[in-house]
């Protein structure tokens, strides 16, 4: 799916077609497209969050084309070889190209289509050249290749920790800092504190193809970004543009500052004994300091005087808050109309019944996403399995109106019916230990009432409460259903029931309210 969203936020930032073609994976002319038709459209940053993909899409281009995926590709082999051959030209090969997708019934490329892939597939042949980029523009990231290590205090056991390793491409100003594995909060935490050592952010991100990082980059139009790494690049307002597939000359600066970082720290710490991270850290600190302020051999200055100089002036600023880190899973909605975090349950509208949705988790906040919009957001709970955090409006109607009863309403509305009503109520709420449990009987009881009268539910209860003094729902019903309460003599001395309504119990709007 084309990542309109992402294109018109990286259109606002102010970047360039080149950078967001890579950054998301498209082609330049589907970049102008999209930036054409926002432009005709009045659509701008930041965009409602009911807008997705699928949502600008439609809006963007209601009668979208059939993908160019399902046409039939060049034989790029025979067009390079044609192509050298004197007065052929892409047009006509293109030509040629359309007559034999006639005769075979395939679809053929539109010619700038047939262009473009040709020009793609040319570049992957070309020699490489230098790219001059430009202050503030871009900082490279990887992981270092060779571990340091930290020793166990209690064991004595030798642990690995993997050096994260960021450099400013222009002025090759290097962050390092060394975490126990390379998984995915110890990579985000590395950003994070990257963009606080450095002051800013730069404005194009480009990673390794680790799975912390790009999920699959088999090439440009199948590229899919790791959904947290892609939050955290939108809260610095930096674009993610990651290295190709075995192509270290994408990011020079990293693979050439892993080299000195393996040198100049981790392997001058080699005969140095480490029993915690920490401590690690400070006196990797120290030396990416004493690295930082080494002198150029081929050029005046340092990375530190070129970084301060030329490059931090041009960052833009850190967001007031750093990035929260955020766990995606998935879950079905279950029939109670709530999902499963850990052991504990939060509820969901009840119209997403049985529908996958991705859950946004971090230590505060649990947020509940369908089809990219959010539709429910709870407080994190934590302590005691199996606690539920239920929202009113995400009940049916039939189970809100049950919310609304409690104990004391029960009892009140028993209380208007008679003494002996209220006994009843009152022995079924307290026979419980959790009183929810009873709340069940309690409305059977009201039904009752509906069904057979005030007056014979009254009359029942006064029959029960003669046999035992905790009735039962059941057995109340028991006694309607046979008539037994009809040979009560209801001049006994019991409370009478309230009249001062001549019509007994009438529905009306607010029945349920009382």
Same mark, same amino acid.
């Given at each position: 799916?084309?990542?309109?969203?992402?294109?018109?936020?990286?259109?606002?930032?102010?970047?360039?077609?080149?950078?967001?073609?890579?950054?998301?994976?498209?082609? $330049?002319?589907?970049?102008?497209?999209? $930036?054409?038709?926002?432009?005709?459209?009045?659509?701008?940053?930041?965009?409602?969050?009911?807008?997705?993909?699928?949502?600008?899409?439609?809006?963007?281009?209601?009668?979208?084309?059939?993908?160019?995926?399902?046409?039939?590709?060049?034989?790029?082999?025979?067009?390079?070889?044609?192509?050298?051959?004197?007065?052929?030209?892409?047009?006509?090969?293109?030509?040629?190209?359309?007559?034999?997708?006639?005769?075979?019934? /395939?679809?053929?490329?539109? !010619?700038?289509?047939?262009?473009?892939?040709?020009? $793609?597939?040319?570049?992957?042949?070309?020699?490489?050249?230098?790219? %001059?980029?430009?202050?503030?523009?871009?900082?490279?990231? *990887?992981?270092?290749?060779?571990?340091?290590?930290?020793? *166990?205090?209690?064991?004595?056991?030798?642990?690995?920790?993997?050096?994260?390793?960021?450099?400013?491409?222009?002025?090759? !100003?290097? @962050?390092?800092?060394? =975490?126990?594995?390379?998984?995915?909060?110890?990579?985000?935490?590395?950003?994070?504190?990257?963009?606080?050592?450095?002051?800013?952010?730069?404005?194009?991100?480009?990673?390794?193809?680790?799975?912390?990082?790009?999920?699959? /980059? %088999?090439?440009?139009?199948?590229?899919?970004?790791?959904?947290?790494?892609?939050?955290?690049?939108?809260?610095?307002?930096?674009?993610?543009?990651?290295?190709?597939?075995?192509?270290?000359?994408?990011?020079? /600066?990293?693979?050439?500052?892993?080299?000195?970082?393996?040198?100049?720290?981790?392997?001058?710490?080699?005969?140095?004994?480490?029993?915690?991270?920490?401590?690690?850290?400070?006196?990797?600190?120290?030396?990416?300091?004493?690295?930082?302020?080494?002198?150029?051999?081929?050029?005046?200055?340092? +990375?530190?005087?070129?970084?301060?100089?030329?490059?931090?002036?041009?960052?833009?600023?850190?967001?007031?808050?750093? =990035?929260?880190?955020?766990?995606?899973?998935?879950?079905?909605?279950?029939? %109670?109309?709530?999902?499963?975090?850990?052991?504990?349950?939060?509820?969901?509208? @009840?119209?997403?019944?049985?529908?996958?949705?991705?859950?946004?988790?971090?230590?505060?906040?649990?947020?509940? =996403?369908?089809?990219?919009?959010?539709?429910?957001?709870?407080?994190?709970?934590?302590?005691?399995?199996?606690?539920? *955090?239920?929202?009113?409006?995400?009940?049916?109607?039939?189970?809100?109106?049950?919310?609304?009863? %409690?104990?004391?309403?029960?009892?009140?509305?028993?209380?208007?019916?008679?003494?002996?009503?209220?006994?009843?109520?009152?022995?079924?709420?307290?026979?419980?230990?959790?009183?929810?449990?009873? !709340?069940?009987?309690?409305?059977?009881?009201?039904?009752?009432?509906? +069904?057979?009268?005030?007056?014979?539910?009254?009359?029942?209860?006064?029959?029960?409460?003669?046999?035992?003094?905790?009735?039962?729902?059941?057995?109340?019903?028991?006694?309607?259903?046979?008539?037994?309460?009809?040979?009560?003599?209801?001049?006994?001395?019991?409370?009478?029931?309230?009249?001062?309504?001549?019509?007994?119990?009438?529905?009306?709007?607010? !029945?349920?309210?009382?």
């Amino acid at each position: 799916m084309t990542k309109y969203r992402e294109i018109i936020r990286l259109t606002s930032h102010g970047f360039t077609q080149r950078n967001i073609m890579a950054s998301c994976g498209v082609a $330049q002319k589907t970049v102008v497209k999209v $930036q054409h038709r926002a432009k005709e459209l009045n659509l701008e940053w930041p965009l409602d969050d009911s807008m997705t993909d699928i949502a600008l899409g439609k809006i963007l281009f209601p009668k979208s084309s059939k993908s160019t995926t399902e046409k039939r590709m060049p034989d790029y082999a025979y067009i390079r070889k044609e192509l050298l051959r004197n007065g052929v030209s892409k047009k006509l090969l293109w030509t040629e190209y359309m007559e034999d997708c006639r005769l075979n019934g /395939n679809e053929p490329l539109m !010619y700038s289509q047939f262009c473009y892939y040709i020009q $793609q597939d040319e570049q992957k042949r070309r020699a490489t050249m230098h790219i %001059n980029r430009k202050p503030g523009e871009q900082v490279e990231v *990887d992981w270092a290749g060779d571990p340091a290590h930290v020793i *166990d205090p209690d064991t004595g056991e030798i642990i690995n920790a993997y050096v994260f390793v960021g450099v400013m491409t222009y002025s090759q !100003y290097v @962050y390092a800092e060394a =975490f126990i594995d390379e998984k995915q909060p110890a990579w985000i935490r590395a950003h994070v504190h990257m963009y606080q050592f450095f002051g800013g952010v730069a404005k194009i991100l480009v990673p390794d193809n680790c799975k912390t990082a790009v999920i699959h /980059n %088999n090439n440009w139009n199948d590229q899919r970004i790791n959904a947290t790494y892609q939050e955290m690049a939108e809260h610095y307002g930096t674009a993610i543009i990651p290295a190709r597939v075995r192509a270290p000359k994408d990011k020079p /600066n990293a693979e050439g500052s892993v080299g000195n970082i393996s040198t100049w720290i981790i392997a001058a710490l080699r005969d140095e004994q480490f029993f915690s991270l920490a401590e690690l850290n400070r006196v990797i600190r120290q030396k990416l300091e004493e690295f930082n302020k080494r002198l150029f051999q081929k050029k005046e200055g340092s +990375r530190l005087e070129l970084f301060r100089d030329e490059e931090l002036p041009l960052l833009a600023p850190l967001p007031a808050t750093s =990035f929260e880190l955020a766990d995606w899973k998935q879950a079905t909605v279950q029939f %109670n109309y709530h999902i499963s975090i850990d052991g504990m349950l939060y509820s969901v509208p @009840y119209e997403y019944i049985k529908r996958k949705v991705d859950i946004r988790v971090t230590d505060a906040t649990i947020e509940i =996403f369908y089809d990219h919009n959010r539709i429910a957001s709870h407080k994190r709970l934590h302590g005691r399995k199996g606690q539920y *955090d239920t929202i009113l409006e995400h009940m049916p109607e039939d189970h809100q109106k049950y919310l609304e009863w %409690n104990g004391d309403r029960f009892r009140k509305w028993a209380e208007r019916i008679g003494n002996n009503t209220y006994k009843v109520v009152d022995a079924i709420l307290t026979s419980k230990r959790v009183e929810q449990q009873t !709340y069940k009987g309690c409305m059977g009881l009201l039904k009752l009432a509906d +069904r057979y009268s005030v007056e014979r539910l009254e009359a029942a209860c006064e029959k029960a409460l003669s046999y035992t003094a905790t009735p039962s729902y059941k057995s109340i019903k028991n006694i309607l259903t046979a008539g037994q309460d009809k040979s009560v003599n209801t001049d006994s001395e019991t409370k009478p029931v309230n009249t001062q309504n001549k019509y007994g119990i009438t529905r009306g709007a607010d !029945y349920y309210r009382r």
